[in-house]
């Protein structure tokens, strides 16, 4: 029942999406999205452009995530630092990420290091913002209790800071992950010669209108597929706050 569940919604958009195909060049039938779909990504395609853009994204990902929890930490730590930067962060937050990639171009190139920032500059700051607000919310009682018992430095930070603000941190994380997918495709777009923004801008200024539909469904499958993974990951690491059999399922 839980597959019939799952799979009912697809099923029916994929009816609808055949039901009006063919009415409009720009909207092919499932049919030929598919046959597109096969001849392309299953080809050298795969390695010239797929695995190249998961490569950004994984690198800009994981680099915004060092930054966002290592600066986060202390910040949510320290009132009189976080009174400082707030009004920094917020200016910075505000801007738009993909205005800063005309900039980011002019001091980096147009080359993998420009689309790894472009990533940096969009995941950034939802990890940040949330490692402060879930170190801010720390429980004052626990915090007593550490100082009772002589537990800081390191040990502190491991055994209550982390653990205590990972729920936050890892909401954070997750709504970075979209805002990457995101940034993964703009960075491409711009003085690109691979990758799959790249590859399905080409595909549209060529009016190939298939195999442009079958590179937003893979960059649509990309994402679920990561969001699956994260899921499975994020329960495994907050098991004890899911509960005992968050981490079996």
Same mark, same amino acid.
């Given at each position: 029942m839980r597959a019939v569940r799952l799979l009912a919604l697809p099923a029916l958009l994929v009816l609808l999406w055949w039901a009006v195909s063919g009415s409009s060049f720009y909207l092919p039938s499932p049919g030929r999205v598919g046959r597109a779909f096969a001849e392309i990504w299953f080809s050298e395609r795969l390695a010239e452009d797929v695995l190249p853009s998961a490569g950004r994204l994984l690198m800009g990902y994981a680099a915004a995530g060092l930054l966002g929890v290592g600066l986060g930490v202390p910040i949510g730590?320290?009132? !009189?630092? !976080?009174?400082t930067l707030e009004p920094v962060l917020e200016f910075f937050r505000a801007i738009p990420p993909p205005v800063l990639v005309p900039l980011i171009m002019l001091l980096a190139g147009i080359d993998t290091p420009m689309k790894v920032l472009v990533i940096v500059s969009g995941c950034l700051w939802p990890i940040l913002l949330n490692t402060v607000e879930g170190v801010r919310a720390l429980d004052e009682v626990l915090a007593d209790t550490c100082r009772m018992y002589g537990v800081r430095?390191?040990?502190?930070? !491991?055994r209550f800071v982390l653990p205590g603000a990972a729920p936050q941190i890892m909401t954070g994380l997750r709504q970075a992950l979209s805002i990457g997918i995101i940034l993964m495709v703009i960075s491409e777009m711009f003085a690109s010669s691979s990758g799959l923004g790249?590859?399905? $801008?080409?595909?549209q200024r060529q009016f190939q209108i298939a195999e442009m539909w079958s590179g937003i469904l893979l960059l649509g499958l990309l994402g679920l597929g990561l969001s699956v993974l994260f899921r499975r990951v994020e329960r495994? $690491?907050?098991?004890?706050?899911?509960?005992?059999?968050a981490a079996r399922a």
């Open positions: 730590l320290s009132p !009189r630092l !976080r009174a430095g390191l040990a502190r930070l !491991r790249f590859t399905i $801008v080409l595909f495994r $690491v907050l098991s004890w706050y899911y509960g005992s059999g």
